[in-house]
């Protein structure tokens, strides 16, 4: 069993930042690819972004790209989400999950992801 928790979410004006956290439990972390997604109110959960287990490899939303930035600390079992020049279409609850071997085939599929955190929110006043 993993255990996800999420943080860093609140309220900025359009332009400003913010830095998600997200930490795991579990001595495997470094096998584990995590994904940020988020669900705006009457929308379907989207992907945002993902990792590999050694962060080498990162992949983004093209709503995202250029904003935002995944990253991970495997020696603090913790992945984060940097936001940058936010927007109020980023207004959303933003969740981290992980995909535990054997890995899914796309980040982009919900179903792939074993485990999810709770969520945090983040809301983009214009």
């Known amino acids: 069993q993993v255990q996800l928790v999420e943080s860093g979410g609140g309220l900025v004006q359009a332009g400003g930042s913010l830095r998600l956290s997200c930490a795991a439990s579990?001595?495997?972390?470094?096998?584990?690819?995590m994904g940020w997604f988020r669900q705006a109110p009457g929308k379907e959960r989207e992907f945002v972004a993902g990792?590999?287990?050694?962060?080498?490899?990162?992949y983004y939303a093209d709503s995202v790209k250029g904003r935002f930035t995944i990253s991970r600390n495997n020696a603090k079992n913790t992945v984060y989400l940097q936001m940058n020049s936010l927007k109020p279409e980023d207004t959303a609850v933003y969740y981290c999950?992980?995909?535990?071997?054997?890995?899914?085939?796309?980040?982009?599929?919900?179903?792939?992801?074993?485990?999810w955190g709770q969520g945090t929110q983040v809301t983009v006043s214009s």
């Open positions: 999950a992980a995909d535990l071997p054997p890995y899914g085939s796309s980040w982009y599929r919900i179903s792939v992801y074993d485990y």
């Open positions: 990792i590999i287990g050694t962060g080498i490899s990162t």
């Open positions: 579990g001595r495997t972390f470094s096998r584990y690819a």
